[in-house]
């Protein structure tokens, strides 16, 4: 299974964004996936996670404007941004935990294994 991200580009501030995660296998028996974001000197950071039940988590820098979303149907894990911040200019990776369990009550205490290339989003004011 191979993830990829699409989505990211020029962004004004204010503004919306989507980022999609296409996946060339099923994500149905994918119990985890998360986006991280990585700014320039910064660590890689985990902003959002979602379990196959829906459960999610948000990074209290994004809750309230980013949503974790998940298509099994369409193999696709989304991103939606609302009002985007300049603090938001990053690299997105989508990721996948393929080992975790069904029963997933903390998203963001996932193993993360499989990893998407990324896709570079830059907020312009």
């Known amino acids: 299974v191979h993830l990829v991200e699409s989505g990211g580009g020029l962004v004004q501030a204010g503004g919306p964004l989507r980022l999609s995660c296409g996946s060339s296998g099923s994500i149905f028996s994918i119990n985890v996936m998360g986006w991280y974001r990585q700014a320039p000197g910064n660590a890689r950071e985990l902003v959002a996670a979602?379990?196959?039940?829906?459960?999610?988590y948000y990074a209290d820098s994004v809750r309230g404007r980013f949503t974790i979303s998940r298509d099994d149907d369409r193999n696709t894990l989304y991103l939606r941004v609302i009002g985007v911040k300049s603090e938001d200019t990053a690299i997105y990776y989508c990721?996948?935990?393929?080992?975790?369990?069904?029963?997933?009550?903390?998203?963001?205490?996932?193993?993360?294994?499989?990893w998407g290339q990324g896709t570079q989003v830059t907020v312009s004011s």
């Open positions: 990721a996948a935990c393929t080992l975790c369990t069904p029963y997933v009550d903390r998203p963001e205490r996932a193993d993360f294994d499989l």
């Open positions: 979602i379990s196959r039940a829906n459960t999610t």
